[in-house]
């Protein structure tokens, strides 16, 4: 079992940055890709961005491409979602998650933390 935590969510501005932390326990990370969804209100959840075990491999949705940026530090069991120049649009319930083979469906994913709040105001 693999155990995931998220933090570092708030209530920014647009234009500001945040960055959101998954520290994960139970087992160690170094096997699983890893990835970032958010759930927007009143929608579905939905695929941010996703890194390989290695970190060498990297996708992100079209709508956050060149302002997020993920990345992970397996030695620290915890992956990271840098948020810059956030927008309104970007207000959801951030999520972590942790595959053994990876995907952009949340159906592909065994292990889910409880999710971080995010909203960006106007």
């Known amino acids: 079992q693999v155990q995931l935590v998220e933090s570092g969510g708030g209530l920014v501005q647009a234009g500001d940055s945040l960055r959101l932390s998954c520290a994960a326990s139970?087992?160690?990370?170094?096997?699983?890709?890893m990835a970032w969804f958010r759930q927007p209100p009143g929608k579905g959840r939905e695929f941010v961005a996703a890194i390989s075990w290695s970190g060498s491999g990297l996708d992100y949705a079209d709508s956050v491409r060149g302002r997020f940026i993920i990345s992970r530090i397996n030695a620290k069991n915890t992956v990271y979602l840098q948020m810059n120049n956030l927008k309104p649009e970007d207000t959801a319930v951030y999520f972590c998650?942790?595959?053994?083979?990876?995907?952009?469906?949340?159906?592909?994913?065994?292990?889910w933390g409880q999710g971080t709040q995010v909203t960006v105001s106007s």
């Open positions: 139970g087992r160690t990370l170094s096997n699983y890709y």
């Open positions: 998650a942790a595959s053994l083979k990876g995907g952009f469906g949340p159906h592909q994913y065994a292990y």
